[in-house]
């Protein structure tokens, strides 16, 4: 039997869509960065963000791709939703582990 692997819903809040339209409005590459983030976050968004100490809200990073810098985009988990709800420039580097998953 063959094992199917479940996709969790994204959600995205209305602060999180004025993000993208504040900051992805001169990005050629915009749709290629928001459906990777989608994407993996639908996969296993546990594994690819860590957890706020003491919050339900957990963050994740994009890589720089084009005229996009880097991201943190900040979120929850609902049961099996993921509720995307703010997304700003990442002003530091990439933190150790997310190696693995940027490739």
């Known amino acids: 039997m063959a094992l199917t692997r479940r996709y969790r819903t994204i959600r ?3 602060s ?5 339209e504040r900051l992805g409005g001169g990005w050629k590459r915009t ?3 928001l459906g990777n983030l989608r994407w993996k ?3 296993d968004p546990v594994a690819y963000s860590f957890q706020l100490a003491n919050r339900t809200t957990r963050v994740t990073f ?3 791709l084009g005229s996009a810098p880097a ?10 939703t993921v509720v995307l709800a703010w ?3 990442a002003d530091e580097t990439i933190p150790t582990g997310f190696d693995d998953w940027l490739g």
């Open 71 to 80: 991201l943190r985009v900040f979120f929850w988990l609902e049961g099996d």
């Open 87 to 89: 997304m700003e420039e």
């Open 41 to 43: 976050l639908s996969r």
């Open 62 to 64: 994009t890589e720089q």
């Open 16 to 20: 999180f869509r004025e993000c993208v």
């Open 12 to 14: 995205e809040e209305p």
């Open 31 to 33: 749709d290629d960065i």
